[in-house]
């Protein structure tokens, strides 16, 4: 069974700062991976996925996320923060056949100080 | 650009009571995704339909639970004789199904059940 680990719970940073949020997955195929984010009291909007081909993807809102298969990582960056990007971030890794249905790790929760 | 649409909310009820939730997908989407989301976690999958037949129900889904899709459009999601633990948000996505591989999903603004 697949499942996706987010390490950190919390993440501060100041706006205008780098940003990475990490993502580690376990599947046992060549994974479909997503990040998600949700701000309070709302659903999850598709940032960008990951299917195949070049492993640095591209997305809305100027982030981007790198496919490591060594590394089992799928980690999401944002050269520089704003503050709206304070929210949720959802990692998830979706497996081919059974429904498509989503694996989420348990989120970050991105702060931004001014 | 019509998303995927949840009715309620927000429902309050008391411990005991049924409540029923409403899913409508976006327009040409085959597939339904309802998933339950608890505080401080990611969200969980309950359940999925392909046009209306419902083909993958988790372990989660107690038999207090039970979904439906009768005409492959809208679907509901009912609980019987709510817990405390069942107070949680419980979102619905739809997407494409097709033999060109993995379609995303999108995702409604969620129902927050709260059980007084």
């Known amino acids: 069974a697949q499942s996706v680990t987010q390490p950190d719970i919390h993440i501060t940073v100041s706006e205008g700062a780098s940003l990475e949020l990490r993502c580690n997955y376990s599947y046992g195929a060549t994974p479909y991976l997503f990040w998600y984010v949700q701000s309070p009291g709302q659903g999850l909007q598709l940032l960008l996925k990951y299917f195949s081909g070049d492993t640095l993807v591209q997305g809305i809102k100027g982030f981007e996320a790198e496919f490591k298969r060594s590394q089992s990582s799928f980690n999401l960056r944002k050269p520089s923060v704003h503050w709206s990007d304070a929210a949720e971030y959802f990692c998830?890794?979706?497996?081919?056949?059974?429904?498509?249905?989503?694996?989420f790790g348990g989120g970050t929760r991105l702060m931004v100080k001014p | 650009d019509t998303g995927v649409s949840q009715d309620p909310r927000h429902k309050i009820t008391k411990r005991g009571q049924n409540v029923t939730f409403r899913c409508d997908p976006i327009?040409?989407?085959?597939?339904l995704y309802w998933y339950r989301q608890t505080l401080g976690q990611g969200p969980e999958f309950l359940t999925y339909?392909?046009?209306?037949?419902?083909?993958?129900k988790s372990r989660l889904l107690s038999d207090r639970f039970s979904a439906e899709r009768p005409k492959g459009s809208f679907s509901t999601l009912e609980i019987q004789r709510t817990e405390q633990g069942d107070s949680a948000m419980y979102l619905c996505a739809s997407s494409l199904a097709g033999t060109g591989g993995y379609q995303p999903q999108h995702f409604g603004d969620g129902t927050r059940l709260s059980i007084l």
């Open positions: 998830a890794v979706g497996a081919l056949g059974a429904g498509n249905m989503l694996t």
């Open positions: 327009s040409e989407h085959n597939r």
């Open positions: 339909f392909q046009n209306e037949a419902q083909l993958e």
